[in-house]
């Protein structure tokens, strides 16, 4: 399995941005794909995911409607578009994936077993 994230940048505060995360040798649709956060000195923490079935987003409470989660199962490629964003959303920014067979989401870093690369956003102020 591989996770490809690509799309991170340097953006303005108030911007948008968008990262994707195109995934080989899993499914989506047996997977919950989920996008987690690193800024420096911190620990990694969860910012939402997309549930095996696609119907179900959860994201962490700082999001506030400013993110939105999707997915193209076609491309077997899901997306973070990020908008309104803050210089405290600065970090790397990581996919996972799990395989699953139900539509339960985690939020735990430990739960997923496939991770991306990390892609950096970079919000100035």
């Known amino acids: 399995v591989q996770l490809q994230a690509s799309g991170g940048g340097l953006v303005q505060a108030g911007g948008s941005l968008s990262v994707s995360c195109a995934a080989s040798?899993?499914?989506?649709?047996?997977?919950?794909m989920g996008w987690f956060r690193q800024a420096p000195g911190k620990e990694r923490e969860y910012v939402g995911a997309?549930?095996?079935?696609?119907?179900?987003?959860f994201n962490s409470a700082f999001v506030k409607g400013r993110f939105t989660i999707s997915r193209d199962s076609a491309k077997n490629t899901v997306y973070l578009q990020m908008s309104s964003l803050k210089p405290e959303d600065t970090a790397v920014y990581y996919c996972?994936?799990?395989?699953?067979?139900?539509?339960?989401?985690?939020?735990?870093?430990?739960?997923?077993?496939?991770w991306g690369q990390g892609t950096l956003v970079t919000v100035s102020s």
């Open positions: 040798g899993l499914t989506l649709s047996r997977a919950v």
């Open positions: 996972a994936a799990a395989r699953t067979d139900t539509n339960y989401i985690p939020t735990q870093v430990a739960a997923y077993n496939y």
């Open positions: 997309v549930s095996r079935n696609g119907d179900s987003i």
